[in-house]
T-cell receptor, first 114, second 109 residues
Framework: SAVISQKPSRDICQRGTSLTIQCQVD?????MFWYRQQPGQSLTLIATANQGSEATYESGFVIDKFPISRPNLTFSTLTVSNMSPEDSSIYLCSVSADYNSPLHFGNGTRLTVT | AQRVTQPEKLLSVFKGAPVELKCNYSYSGSPELFWYVQYSRQRLQLLLR??SRESIKGFTADLNKGETSFHLKKPFAQEEDSAMYYC???????????FGIGTKLQVIP
């Protein structure tokens, strides 16, 4: 399966600032996703990162708050903008080699907003 | 809307005892079900999927459409099975995957 590198692994940020999380895959993949896991909660899909076009956001998530880039088939970034303590969470990059392959996950980014 | 329910947040069993991690789902179509596992300090990884009908690390899971369940079972728990287990449902290919809240399995030596 693909090797997924996610950076940073953790960060502590101040309210009002922004953080960009990077996801690098060692092979080309069709699908890239960003998930959030809030404390004590399940994984929630934020958006699908589309190569060369705007991301597809799930209900409750908007581009202004979570801008996503995907310039090619191996790399994506998620930015958490204008952070508040409610954004404290684990953010996970996930990939699928093709439409018929299950998801594989990065190690996640543990974000704490103070 | 699709939903995955894992009723137990924590399940403690003794080593050698049988394990059953419960998962129920709600979906009107034909779902594809998975179990993911996260060991301490490791990434979330796929354990098994129902279409494979295979046993991984001694674990099996059978899709019961009548009861809308996909319980994970192992006849004899090992200490190394201690981890978080997430049940997941995929619809429309893998573009929409819904996860349960997870069950922490603690195997007591």
């Amino acid at each position: 399966s693909a090797v997924i590198s996610q950076k940073p692994s953790r960060d502590i940020c101040q309210r009002g600032t922004s953080l960009t999380i990077q996801c690098q895959v060692d092979s080309q993949v069709t699908m890239m996703f960003w998930y959030r896991q809030q404390p004590g909660q399940s994984l929630t899909l934020i958006a699908t990162a589309n190569q060369g076009s705007e991301a597809t956001y799930e209900s409750g998530f908007v581009i202004d708050k979570f801008p996503i880039s995907r310039p090619n088939l191996t790399f994506s970034t998620l930015t958490v903008s204008n952070m508040s303590p409610e954004d404290s969470s684990i953010y996970l990059c996930s990939v699928s080699a093709d439409y018929n392959s299950p998801l594989h996950f990065g190690n996640g980014t543990r974000l704490t907003v103070t | 809307a699709q939903r995955v329910t894992q009723p137990e947040k924590l399940l403690s069993v003794f080593k050698g005892a049988p394990v059953e991690l419960k998962c129920n789902y709600s979906y009107s179509g034909s779902p594809e079900l998975f179990w993911y596992v996260q060991y301490s300090r490791q990434r979330l990884q796929l354990l098994l999927r129902h279409i494979s009908r295979e046993s991984i690390k001694g674990f099996t899971a059978d899709l019961n459409k009548g009861e809308t369940s996909f319980h994970l079972k192992k006849p004899f728990a090992q200490e190394e099975d201690s981890a978080m287990y997430y049940c997941a449902l995929a619809s429309g290919g893998y573009q929409k995957v819904t996860f349960g809240i997870g069950t922490k399995l603690q195997v007591i030596p």
